[in-house]
């Protein structure tokens, strides 16, 4: 990777990000590629290759902020073979990329794509999560439905997640199949909201949104040979 394209990637990261001026961001390397991220978007450890307070990122790195993120990058791309696109490159590094990112089956993918601007219509209170959605559907691992790994949160799945002490069941739900009142278990939560964003394509196992844990997949479509639901 050149410094030039590592500069292309760091532009891109940033102008991707919704970045709050008083928050702390870092540039990091996740789920497969570079990010630009709230520092606590995530408790697991990945490589992380600078951090200041939004306000830098949304105001323009400097001459010398620029240079050491690049010098960093190509040197992390060239140790993890990182091509010029900015993904793995070589078996090794495609098998690293498939574990790290989120997977997505052919059918959810197709369906939720018609919840972007030019398919179904959507409340606006939903457009912030409608371009997380976008940018989920770019960089997610599609799979026939069949392929999907059984520990994959998938559409219509019911997650049991934990944060703390606390636990909860959930199911995640198409925009419009939610519950109005919360009072029901699993509670049934739209894709189209933080934490149906964050655990669409995740693994048991992970933490999402801070704290919280992805503790058991309680039912995923898939594994039970409903590949039409």
Not at 10 to 29: L, N, Q, T
Not at 31 to 55: N, Q, S, Y
Not at 110 to 134: K, N, V
């Amino acid at each position: 990777m050149t410094d030039k394209r590592a500069q292309q990637l760091i532009a891109k990261a940033i102008a991707s990000s919704d970045i709050d001026r008083v928050k702390y961001y870092h540039m990091c390397w996740w789920e497969g590629r570079l990010r630009c991220l709230h520092v606590h978007h995530t408790k697991d450890i990945h490589p992380v290759f600078f951090a200041a307070p939004g306000d830098t990122f949304a105001n323009a790195l400097n001459e010398r902020q620029w240079q050491l993120l690049t010098d960093r990058i190509v040197a992390f791309a060239q140790n993890r073979r990182i091509g010029v696109d900015g993904r793995a490159q070589g078996r090794n590094g495609r098998m690293r990329a498939a574990r790290q990112g989120l997977k997505l089956t052919g059918f959810d993918a197709e369906r939720l794509r018609r919840l972007l601007p030019g398919g179904e219509s959507t409340r606006p209170s939903e457009d912030a999560y409608l371009e997380r959605l976008h940018r989920l559907l770019e960089t997610a691992d599609t799979v026939p439905p069949e392929e999907v790994p059984h520990n994959v949160v998938t559409m219509n799945s019911q997650v049991r997640l934990k944060k703390a002490r606390d636990e909860i069941r959930v199911a995640l739900v198409f925009p419009g199949d939610e519950d109005r009142d919360g009072d029901f278990e699993p509670m049934k939560v739209s894709v189209l909201t933080p934490i149906g964003l964050a655990i669409l394509g995740r693994r048991v196992g992970d933490s999402v949104e801070g704290r919280v844990r992805i503790q058991d997949l309680l039912y995923q479509p898939e594994a039970a040979g409903h590949f039409d639901r």
